[in-house]
């Protein structure tokens, strides 16, 4: 008993991670919390559990004839806020919202209408390689949201179907951030974690060579095998055939209709099947009570979208009058045309997790939601009950104003059309100097600062320069991506001031040591692509890189390759539409099905995972 006591002991801190470890894990997996919460839990479970203390530790070391030798005997948790690389992906953040807000981005997606053509292959070749290129500089997440309502107007002019696009379009945007370290948000924490681990960070381009070959392959398998696996499928509005709702009207209830004091359900509703009324105004005031509750009273205001035959003839002919209102002795006020969108569901939306009744979406927003797609499936009754979620597409219907308020909000990224986006030239040419000094100065090492250093100097600037304002700024910093890093860094940090990353490194070496760092180096390509299709690639590339760097050491080899096929792997995500958030958002667009996105990105993650398996030990020897 007493030596199971001593070995406890000796051995709590290793499996006190180990089990906070698996928990985060299965948390990820399981989804039972948002993943920056997980990881900022995990960081406050290494805290309560001792296993990092909160400060350095600083051990003085007396010296003879000379003052004391102060050592940093331990890292403290809050040195992972020190780490540079959340600092610069807040500053991408910025940089890209103050591209797109400038109107740099929408320039891009405008000139992609004139040269692009009707031919389907032509289409996709421009398509993906203005997606990459941008996708190099900037944070590859906006440049899919602005391309979205591009390209499916562009489709329903040219009669191509988007679901031949959108995949193309998310696939080449991740194919453009493995060109360059700024590119992608897992190169960055990957060489922020090595490098304090002592590995000598990587320049701008140092992936280029790799990621430029990395991008004609995926373009040459997209543009042939992948465009023939890709399917045809109908958008949500193309399903809902919108051309058969046309007009939103008001109307009085007067004083001897027979609708007064009777249940609104059970008349109005009843008698015009397909009508929806929007909302019902009592002197002044619009009614929060829901319509299976509601009696109508006299002098009722009743906001109605009719439909039908009969009432596109009616506004053909100049007029707009109710079938029926004689007898119900209804005034009509006003008739205004209603406007029909689709919008996707964002994953910063304070929606997610509500239904549409908790909302009150057609009370606050005035707008009726016809149809909700998710997974592949296009939802269209119960609606109200239904829970939201990050990536849905939602198909409204409602007056021009009050879709023009909606459009405004954060909650949604409308992809029927394009936002209007007021081009001033000259901070469009403040933002793209700047951008273009961030890519130099990074690369070049200029004044001697490095990239987090330009990184700030850009995002400053376009605050300054007025490209965006400091709400603006704080609002386009995805925080929860933020912290999630920082929460896994602190769970690394602990696992290797432990020693469990070393004995977790031993664990492995045991089965694999006897294996050629080739095969080795395979397996951690393999095992990165794969875990960052279920979970956080960003949380992926934190708990990976110290066990990764660790079997290097342990197989005597160089660990750059390694780390280099990890950078590689974190960003193969191809074969699900929730492993990365632009696949989330052509999710819905498009009208996929989970299976469309395996289909078409197993065979790409495979391809790729063979090119990275022989051509990273070439650039980058053991």
């Not at 004839?65 to 948790?77: C, S, T, V």
């Not at 959108?166 to 493995?178: D, K, N």
């Not at 002044?284 to 299976?292: E, K, M, N």
Request: aromatic content about 10%; glycine content about 8%; some cysteine.
């Amino acid at each position: 008993m007493t030596a199971l006591l001593d070995w406890f002991q000796a051995n709590y801190q290793i499996l006190a991670i180990y089990l906070i470890l698996i928990a985060t894990v299965l948390a990820f997996f399981r989804e039972w919390a948002p993943p920056d919460l997980v990881a900022l839990a995990a960081m406050g479970a290494v805290l309560i559990f001792g296993l990092l203390p909160l400060a350095d530790v600083i051990e003085t070391v007396p010296v003879e004839n000379g003052p004391d030798l102060k050592i940093l005997k331990e890292r403290g948790l809050l040195s992972v806020f020190s780490n540079g690389a959340p600092i610069t992906i807040a500053c991408m953040f910025i940089l890209s919202a103050g591209l797109e807000r400038t109107g740099a981005i929408d320039a891009m997606g405008r000139f992609f209408t004139k040269i692009a053509g009707k031919s389907e292959l032509r289409v996709l070749l421009v398509l993906m390689t203005m997606a990459a290129v941008l996708s190099a500089f900037v944070n590859n997440t906006p440049i899919v949201v602005v391309f979205l309502p591009i390209v499916l107007a562009h489709a329903r002019a040219t009669n191509l179907k988007a679901s031949k696009l959108l995949i193309p379009l998310s696939f080449a945007s991740i194919l453009g951030g493995t060109c360059t370290l700024t590119g992608s948000s897992t190169n960055l924490i990957i060489d922020g974690v090595a490098t304090e681990l002592g590995e000598t960070p990587f320049t701008m381009f140092e992936l280029s060579k790799l990621g430029i070959i990395y991008a004609v392959i995926g373009f040459t398998y997209l543009l042939t095998v992948g465009r023939k696996l890709l399917p045809e499928r109908s958008s949500l509005a193309e399903l809902i055939a919108p051309q058969s709702r046309d007009f939103l009207t008001q109307f009085k209830v007067e004083a001897d209709s027979y609708l007064i004091g009777k249940p609104l359900t059970e008349t109005f509703l009843k008698d015009f099947k397909g009508a929806q009324v929007l909302e019902v105004k009592r002197k002044g005031s619009v009614l929060t009570a829901p319509l299976t509750e509601l009696r109508i009273r006299e002098r009722d205001r009743l906001l109605v979208t009719l439909h039908g035959p009969s009432v596109q003839k009616l506004r053909d002919s100049g007029g707009v009058r109710f079938e029926g209102q004689k007898y119900l002795n209804l005034t009509e006020l006003e008739s205004r045309e209603v406007k029909l969108i689709e919008g996707i569901l964002g994953p910063r939306s304070l929606m997610i997790g509500r239904t549409l009744k908790q909302i009150g979406f057609r009370r606050n927003y005035g707008v009726h939601v016809l149809a909700i797609h998710r997974q592949g499936e296009n939802l269209s009754n119960d609606l109200s009950d239904v829970k939201l979620a990050f990536g849905d597409t939602l198909l409204m219907e409602g007056p021009v104003d009050a879709i023009n308020r909606l459009q405004k909000q954060r909650d949604f990224v409308t992809i029927t059309e394009a936002p209007e986006v007021k081009i001033d030239a000259t901070k469009l040419w403040f933002g793209v100097g700047l951008a273009v000094l961030f890519i130099l100065g990074a690369s070049l090492k200029l004044f001697g600062l490095g990239i987090p250093a330009w990184a700030m100097i850009a995002a400053l600037g376009m605050i300054l320069l007025r490209c965006l304002n400091a709400r603006q700024a704080y609002e386009a910093v995805q925080w929860n991506i933020v912290f999630l890093i920082f929460g896994m860094l602190a769970l690394g940090l602990a696992m290797a001031q432990t020693g469990a990353a070393a004995n977790l490194v031993a664990g492995i070496m045991t089965i694999f040591g006897n294996f050629s760092p080739f095969v080795i180096l395979a397996v951690v390509y393999l095992l990165s692509s794969t875990l960052t299709e279920l979970i956080s690639n960003n949380a992926v590339a934190a708990l990976l890189t110290p066990i990764v760097i660790g079997i290097a050491e342990g197989a005597g080899v160089d660990a750059r390759p390694f780390i280099v096929a990890m950078m590689f792997g974190c960003s193969a995500s191809f074969a699900t539409p929730i492993g990365y958030q632009t696949n989330t958002y052509v999710y819905g667009a498009g009208g996929y099905k989970f299976t469309d996105f395996p289909k078409v990105g197993v065979p790409l993650n495979l391809l790729l995972w063979i090119i990275a398996s022989i051509l990273i030990p070439i650039f980058w020897p053991f």
